[in-house]
């Protein structure tokens, strides 16, 4: 909630109304009085440029009392060379939802893997339909969850998609370029 304040944006994008949640309220507090509310849900689809960012979770906007990881919004960034898929903090039925209504649709060439590489994400059937170049996972250098799990490592370098996390890189810029992805990392 503390980067809105110096993000100023424009509009904040909400998938779900968590009336009871903490960190909902939060969110709301922090948002300046000038920034618009926007209700998103599958379907969605913004233009900009040549960019395109499309909502594809969750599939209706979601009322309720506490947030829950299932509730995450996933994005789909595309400039017509690259594609970026953010996946939230979904678990394995959301990816499996979204593999069985896109398939082939959801394929991107970086992935920012869904719940910081829990065992509960980045299921077979989600990498084979995103088929990412890169996979990107954002984790702290120490988790005391123990991101990214073992079996998702084990997952990634099974479909042979080679994976960055910030734990090690730091911040992690990728830019679609004519001639492919540009990568720079802070540490």
């Not at 980067?3 to 009336?19: M, N, Y």
């Not at 209700?39 to 309720?64: E, H, K, M, T």
């Not at 590489?117 to 990498?127: E, H, I, P, Q």
Request: net charge neutral; proline share 5%.
């Amino acid at each position: 909630s503390e980067i809105i304040g110096v993000l100023k944006p424009e509009e904040l994008w909400l998938s779900s109304a968590a009336s009871e949640d903490e960190y909902y309220r939060q969110l709301l507090a922090a948002k300046p009085g000038e920034t618009a509310l926007r209700r998103i849900q599958r379907g969605f689809v913004r233009n900009s440029g040549v960019c395109s960012i499309a909502c594809l979770a969750p599939p209706r906007f979601i009322d309720c009392l506490q947030s829950d990881n299932d509730h995450s919004m996933v994005l789909r960034v595309s400039d017509g060379r690259a594609a970026f898929l953010l996946g939230g903090d979904i678990g394995r039925s959301v990816e499996a939802e979204l593999a069985s209504v896109f398939g082939p649709g959801l394929a991107s060439s970086v992935l920012k893997l869904p719940h910081h590489g829990s065992r509960t994400s980045a299921s077979a059937t989600f990498l084979e339909s995103v088929n990412p170049r890169l996979a990107v996972i954002s984790v702290p250098s120490y988790s005391s969850y123990g991101f990214p799990h073992r079996e998702v490592s084990d997952r990634l370098k099974h479909h042979g998609i080679p994976w960055l996390t910030t734990a090690r890189s730091g911040g992690i810029r990728i830019a679609s370029r004519s001639d492919g992805l540009e990568i720079d990392v802070s540490k």
